[in-house]
């Protein structure tokens, strides 16, 4: 995400991509959906869920356009520099021996004649063959300031990913340890309230014990940023089943409960004062375009990729939907927990121990994989961001300022609430908002202009977005702005009631 032009990597066929970008939205953020579809009201929740899809589908259209316009760039810039070069070896050959140099002209107007490169250039130049991550995206389009601010946009949505997984793994552990022990065993899920004065363990309260689980998961996983991680193919295939796993058990156990009678769940049709947090927790939860280029890259056929993703998020929209209506009108509103898979940690809905212990734990282990990745990941932005052409950083700010401005605030965030819901509304509803819509809209708008001036304005960008009239990028930023204005105007609305 910090660098230029990596590798493509391997190729795919389009259907193993359309998994990938499966696998990839859905995750962590589907978890807390559940509950902010209760508070929010069902009806409400369905038609922001199917907008705020829309939305997103419409700036993977608007990234996937850009990625090609970048790479026409690039490949433009290699045949002037190519024919510069030959231009060279023209004067240099030519003093010495008029002859050869009319042979070698012949020669190569034969082989590469300048019309053919046109028109092969025309039909392939806007081929998406090299993955250019977002960060040299926005170097190519954007002006100093662009730049700047998209950095500051994605480091502000990786300090809020790296909070929310700091935050979800020591509450998920907390959970599952205190309901096991003393007089409220296998109770969490069953409507009981805790505080957290609570008691976990003996003089142990469960805020201590959250801050304990907190205190070790950071002296496990922090010690990573301070060094290069790469998640490897069999992790991911590990983590992608077990997520599967853990989220077709839910869905079939809470229809289970429905289909026996015993659902309790009475869930309203529309509550407004929920939807600032549902809006930053859909936003999260369709959040793909910052990796798009590591994903359409290396898909082998793209010709209709655009339908393939279309295809995309129609499945996520089907399975978040059904995720999350079994899950509300299978338990009350009041006993849906911030992260979904503990409410399941209940003897009386799962009598066997071992599904209870996987589906409690579940986010430990899949977050504990991603957080080192996205730690690195934040790094290199950070060292990116402040990066200047031909200087290096000092060793102590390049092993121990970075890695320690990377974990700090996170772990601060984290130690301070475990307000789940509450972490994924506001990254979701501010960076998520800037990633998911404004950079993409900025990236679609500067692209095309580029383009124009490039190669003329009767130039057809083989992969345009669907969404090609400018009348959908002034949408998406006014929509964009608007949500920003919202979400701000709640919030102190809600405060000022307090």
């Known amino acids: 995400m910090a660098g230029g032009i990596t590798d493509t990597g391997e190729l795919y066929s389009p259907y193993v991509g359309l998994v990938y970008m499966f696998n990839l939205i859905v ?3 589907a978890l807390t959906m559940p509950k902010a579809f209760a508070t929010a ?3 409400v929740s369905l038609v922001l869920l199917m907008f705020l899809g829309f939305m997103s589908y419409m700036t993977t259209t608007f990234v996937v356009e850009a990625m ?5 760039q690039l490949r433009w810039k290699r045949m002037e520099k190519r024919k510069e070069d030959d231009e060279d070896e023209d004067s240099s050959s030519g003093v010495s021996d008029s002859d050869v140099l009319l042979q070698d002209g012949y020669e190569r107007a034969e082989t590469r004649p300048i019309l053919s490169v046109q028109r092969r250039g025309s039909a392939n130049i806007f081929e ?3 993955r250019v991550e977002m960060g040299q995206m926005a170097s190519m389009f954007f002006n100093k300031v662009g730049v700047n ?8 949505y990786l300090y809020g990913d790296l909070a929310i997984y700091a935050a979800a793994v020591p509450v998920s552990l907390m959970q599952v340890t205190c309901s096991v022990t003393g007089n409220h065993s296998c109770s969490v899920g069953d409507g009981t309230k805790y505080n957290d004065t609570d008691k976990c363990w003996g003089p142990i309260r469960r805020i201590d014990a959250y801050r304990l689980y907190l205190a070790a998961f950071t002296l496990l996983l922090g010690p990573f940023t301070f060094f290069n991680v790469q998640k490897t193919k069999y992790l991911q295939i590990m983590t992608s089943l077990m997520r599967w796993i853990a989220f077709i058990l839910m869905i079939i156990l809470a229809l289970i409960r429905i289909s026996r009678g015993q659902a309790e769940g009475h ?10 947090n549902l809006f930053g927790v859909c936003v999260y939860s369709f959040m793909c375009q910052h990796s798009l280029p590591s994903l359409i ?3 082998s056929k793209k010709k209709h990729v655009n339908k393939l993703v279309l295809l995309d998020y129609i499945l996520i929209l089907a399975f978040y939907s059904l995720l999350s209506f079994t899950a509300i009108y299978c338990f009350r509103n009041d006993t849906l927990m911030d992260m979904y898979t503990l409410n399941f940690t209940n003897c009386e809905i799962i009598s066997v121990a071992f599904i209870r212990y996987f589906l409690g734990l579940f986010p430990v282990f899949t977050i504990s994989t991603n957080f080192p990745i996205i730690a690195v990941t934040l790094r290199n932005n950070w060292k990116t961001l402040f990066h200047r052409e031909g200087g290096t950083y000092p060793w102590v700010v390049d092993r121990i300022v970075f890695p320690a401005i990377t974990l700090i605030p996170p772990v601060l965030v984290a130690f301070c609430t475990h307000d789940l819901e509450s972490l994924v509304g506001i990254t979701g509803a501010y960076a998520g908002n800037g990633i998911q819509y404004l950079i993409p809209a900025f990236l679609a708008y500067c692209s095309r202009k580029d383009t124009q001036l490039v190669f003329g304005s009767g130039t057809v960008n083989k992969h345009l977005s669907p969404f090609r009239h400018s009348f959908w990028i002034v949408f998406v930023l006014i929509w964009g702005f608007s949500c920003f204005v919202f979400v701000t105007a709640n919030i102190v609305l809600s405060e000022s009631k307090l």
Do not use: K
């Open 27 to 29: 995750g962590t953020g």
């Open 41 to 43: 009201g069902w009806l």
């Open 68 to 72: 090609a316009a970048a790479n026409a």
């Open 128 to 130: 998406i063959t090299e």
């Open 149 to 156: 601010l998209f950095y500051f946009c994605i480091i502000i």
């Open 267 to 276: 869930p309203s049709m529309a509550q407004l004062s929920g939807i600032r």
């Open 297 to 299: 890259t290396p898909i």
